[in-house]
């Protein structure tokens, strides 16, 4: 089971970004995906996640608006288009499955589920 996230780099404020998540090992149109994103320095905080079959899609307040969650069940790849990137978005991007039910206010914790390495988001001027 592995998940590997690219995409990540720096952007100037107001600009945009497209996170991918390339999933393999598991059959990846029976899980429901997260992208959590910490900060050096502090926890984790859940961004978004979208269901099995992409019908629903959640985000944090924080990007509501924003960022835009996909997938594509064929290639076994989850997105996360960031636009309007601020200086608060910086932080090292992961996606996520297995986690229990983020949007739900549940913490996200790198012990549960199974994660990529993280992408690198940089916003600045």
């Known amino acids: 089971v592995q998940l590997v996230e690219s995409g990540g780099g720096s952007v100037q404020p107001g600009g945009s970004l497209r996170l991918t998540c390339a999933a393999s090992?598991?059959?990846?149109?029976?899980?429901?995906m997260n992208w959590v994103r910490q900060v050096p320095g502090k926890g984790l905080e859940w961004v978004s996640t979208?269901?099995?079959?992409?019908?629903?899609?959640y985000y944090a307040d924080s990007v509501k608006g924003r960022f835009t969650v996909s997938r594509d069940n064929a290639k076994n790849t989850v997105y996360l288009q960031m636009t309007s990137l601020k200086s608060e978005d910086t932080a090292l991007y992961y996606c996520?499955?297995?986690?229990?039910?983020?949007?739900?206010?549940?913490?996200?914790?790198?012990?549960?589920?199974?994660w990529g390495q993280g992408t690198q988001v940089t916003v600045s001027s």
């Open positions: 090992g598991f059959t990846f149109s029976r899980y429901t």
């Open positions: 996520a499955k297995d986690t229990g039910a983020l949007w739900l206010g549940l913490s996200p914790d790198r012990s549960t589920g199974t």
């Open positions: 979208i269901t099995m079959d992409g019908a629903t899609t």
